[in-house]
């Protein structure tokens, strides 16, 4: 061949380092990573890219991201499913505060009006606390969220990383 040698540098799919793919290694020839040693096929198509010759860690990782998955979903859905607790004690109250007024038929005056602001209060420390949990558990919700689209994304791209081994 009268072209000069073609040299390809690609990224380790593991270290990201650079591998140097001289022309001598053709498809489906094995290198591996001078940085970390992770084994590369070469697949020679419109481009040349390296694929991971061993798949096995691969997919030990895939298995332990299903399971990552599954827990923050189980998190995230247990997290959700608690919303409705701090709402339905306000409920409660407000239910328990009109019993006490309608049933006990309290005469107008003072007596009424200190109570009424006592309802008041105490209502308000309810929100305050109420507000403060649904704060806690919306940022538990959205961590998980996060992590679970982390780790989803994760999973596709081991995926797609073991599929594209298999082809070679
Ligand atoms: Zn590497």
């Not at 991971?52 to 859905?77: C, F, H, T, Y």
């Not at 007024?101 to 929100?127: H, M, Y």
Request: glycine share 8%; with cysteine.
């Amino acid at each position: 061949m009268a072209a000069p040698a073609e040299v390809h540098r690609v990224p380790c799919s593991h270290c990201r380092s650079e591998i140097t793919v001289t022309e001598q290694y053709a498809h489906g020839d094995h290198i591996k990573c001078g940085s970390c040693g992770t084994k590369h096929k070469v697949v020679r198509g419109d481009r040349v890219r390296l694929v991971i010759a061993d798949v096995g860690p691969m997919k030990d990782a895939l298995v332990q991201n299903e399971q990552l998955v599954q827990r923050l979903e189980a998190e995230l859905s247990h997290a959700r499913g608690s919303f409705g607790i701090g709402v339905n004690g306000i409920g409660i109250a407000v239910i328990y505060a009109l019993y006490q007024v309608t049933r006990n038929e309290a005469p107008l005056g003072k007596d009424l009006l200190w109570s009424a602001i006592g309802v008041a209060v105490a209502s308000g420390l309810l929100l305050e606390a109420v507000n403060y949990l649904f704060l806690a558990k919306r940022k538990a919700i959205s961590r998980f969220s996060e992590e679970l689209e982390e780790a989803r994304s994760e999973g596709v791209l081991l995926r797609q990383k073991i599929r594209e081994a298999g082809r070679v």
